[in-house]
């Protein structure tokens, strides 16, 4: 059975020289350059869709939306709407209410959750979104939801802003396409603290995402890097590298 094409799924990220995408409070605070926030803000110029998970949405005074006026101008010249569309993800449905996200109302707000979802935390958010839709029993069926996303919205091109566990979720099931990277020059340290891939991970280096660096550039401190998904097998290591 035909089930629909997929969306193109890139991910922006910022993440320390240890790897970890917010210190262990979770609180998220800015640590990487200001054109940080630029490139940001320009992938999403690109996106039909941005999505997030509920925890980035509840701790992050985020709102999804393709920000200043320059950038909305330079969605509508390439073609898209003037405002994209906004994903949150949560398994249980587990939204602040008032999170800053619903307080902005220019473009809708779709909420893809799974049967875990208390029923009366479901009738809560269906009143403040555009659309709920359950997409799994325990989990998230991401490949079930990207291409329902592109069949009823016409999402053809997705960008992902984390946190860990969506991230994680998304490499696992091999739904990313590109992934645009900051690496910043700062250690956060400790093991509570988000990593750019959280989640159950893989057990084995066979199963590993694998990426192609297609790009690199060093702007003060920072590093920007683009991967892009490889296809093939990651080459099996049969002996340790002398030291």
Request: glycine letters at 10%; aromatic letters at 6%; one cysteine or more.
């Amino acid at each position: 059975m035909n089930r629909g094409p997929l969306p193109f799924v890139f991910l922006n990220a910022a993440m320390t020289a240890d790897g970890k995408i917010a210190p262990a409070s979770r609180h998220f605070e800015s640590f990487a350059g200001p054109l940080d926030r630029q490139h940001l803000l320009e992938l999403r110029a690109t996106a039909d869709a941005v999505m997030a998970g509920a925890r980035t949405v509840d701790l992050d005074r985020v709102n999804l939306g393709p920000g200043p006026a320059r950038f909305r101008r330079r969605r509508l010249k390439c073609g898209l709407s003037e405002y994209n569309l906004r994903i949150i993800v949560s398994g249980r449905g587990t939204i602040d209410a008032k999170a800053e996200i619903f307080r902005h109302r220019f473009s809708p707000i779709v909420i893809l959750t799974t049967e875990l979802i208390p029923k009366r935390k479901l009738r809560q958010l269906k009143s403040l979104a555009d659309e709920v839709k359950v997409m799994g029993e325990g989990e998230i069926d991401f490949d079930a939801a990207l291409r329902w996303l592109r069949g009823k919205w016409n999402v053809k091109r997705l960008l992902c802003e984390g946190g860990g566990e969506l991230n994680g979720a998304l490499f696992c099931a091999g739904l990313v396409d590109e992934l645009h990277l900051t690496i910043s020059p700062v250690i956060f340290g400790g093991r509570a603290a988000p990593t750019l891939a959280d989640g159950a991970g893989v057990e084995r280096l066979a199963d590993a995402a694998l990426l192609r660096l297609v790009s690199m550039k060093r702007v003060a401190a920072d590093l920007f890097l683009v991967y892009r998904r490889e296809t093939g097998i990651l080459p099996q290591r049969t002996q340790r590298t002398q030291r």
